[in-house]
């Protein structure tokens, strides 16, 4: 077989690897306590569910515009404009088959081949797979750990920034870590932004996934909003990961372009879910509200039993569905070096999965503390508990 030679810089998202090592093992008999990949094991909002129903039935089954159905542009924007404190309208909207396509979009829209483009590292493998597949060169920047928050590591950004440099990916909130940018960290990067006359992809697929209080956005930062891209998702908040459905917010002449990608791709993303979506958007809250109570709830029990373990320490995140403990002393104590050696010795003796550190972009040079995740998104409280003590029990022998 001859593969083209770009596949080659094709990377990939090895949490999907890990759950299928975890549903081997399962499928061989064993208990298996799933904390390896941010899906969603809570049902869709009824609202979400008779609309896309009532869709069907009224033949929303052809094609519908590249750029998405247009009630549901303007719903998107009308959702974001309040959320953000930023003015967007239907035009700033371009709906996605999800989140992910917003990332390779983006960045085919606005990174040329050889550009260096700044990306979170630990970080979102997508987009380190999108740069280098694309052709340019991905540039990691990372992060500090704080006793209540991981923070943006700036001398890593400012080392990093060269004449080449001409995009920077941001999540906020962030997957692996469940970091949050403070304003002053929003504040220092709309300058960097400014003086390097840099574009912006906010990856906000967590935005709304937050416990209290109120998300804010890199866009309400003045300028950044003509600068940036955000991707938005359907997936996270409506519990919707597999029906497919996302946006992309930003300039009208990017978002024009991606609807330009959109008919080589997909010509549209499917017609029926986003009348589903918009039910959602318009519809009743409390369904929603629910989802984000129920997984509250398994974020404590998840922090409440990691913190237990002897040799680990996780800071408790306000949002997204990840805890992202700090298990240097454990890895010693069990005088294991090498991430997947430990993971599965884990997963082997107690049936606890979950992904690690090398699986949210490549490992960086003299990395001083070894990190893990856990998604809690997947898992009820009460197996949540009894996979943590089988851990505790392994972790402190
Ligand atoms: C940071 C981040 N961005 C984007 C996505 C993609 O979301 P979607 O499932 O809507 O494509 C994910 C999914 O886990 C994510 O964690």
Redesign the pocket.
Known sequence: MRIADRIANLGTETAFEVSAEAGAFASEGNRVFPFHL?DINLPTPSTVVDGAQKAIADGKTGYCPNAGIPQLREAVARDVALSHRTDYAAENVVIQP??????GKFILTMMNPGDEVLYPNP??P?YESQIEFNGGVAVPYGYVEGAENFAIDFDSIEEGITDRTSLLIL?DL??PMGAECSTEEHERLAELVLEHDLYVLA?E??FDMRYSGRSTSFVEQPGMAERTVL?Y????KFA??GW???ASVGPKEIVDVIAKINVNDESCSNHFIQYGALAGLQGDQREVQAILDTLEARRDATAAGLNAIEGINTFVPNATFYLFPNVTELMEHKGMDDYEDFRRAALHATGVSFTSRVHFGRELEDEPNRYIRLAYSGIGVSDIEEGLALLKTWAEN
């Open positions: 941010g999800g989140g992910k396509p917003t990332i970080g979102y997508i999540n962030q997957n990856d697929a967590y991707l998702t359907f997936s996270k919707m990961t497919r459905l996302g």
